[in-house]
């Protein structure tokens, strides 16, 4: 299993601007193989912003970069720079897992 996560730093001004776009977006990630969840994370705030982060996990590494080069992938992020006003200071900062131990609960 793999885990991507992208983090935001977002002006808490622009807080709801930033989830709204998040939330109501077209995400074309259960179209990929290889996809299995997605979550929005939103953490603590600091003074110049509230730390966001995208966390998406795969079946592997191979199907996360397939998704990146994928034409889903490309629909989805159609209109990510083409905004008037940035949400956040600066772009994200990438983080990629490779998953070593999963512990669940029991069922």
Do not use: C
């Not at 808490?12 to 077209?26: D, G, K, N």
């Not at 193989?33 to 191979?62: C, M, N, V």
Request: glycine residues 6%; proline residues 6%; charged residues 20%.
């Amino acid at each position: 299993m793999f885990v991507a996560t992208n983090r935001f730093r977002v002006i808490p001004a622009e807080a709801e601007r930033f989830e709204q776009a998040w939330l109501t977006r077209e995400s074309h990630l259960h179209e990929v193989e290889g996809f299995l969840a997605f979550h929005l994370l939103k953490g603590p705030q600091a003074e110049d912003h509230i730390l966001y982060a995208s966390t998406s996990f795969w079946a592997s590494r191979e199907a996360f970069e397939a998704w990146t080069r994928s034409e889903q992938f490309r629909r989805a992020h159609a209109g990510a720079g083409a905004v008037s006003k940035p949400t956040t200071l600066g772009p994200p900062q990438f983080e990629g897992f490779a998953v070593l131990q999963t512990i669940t609960a029991p069922a």
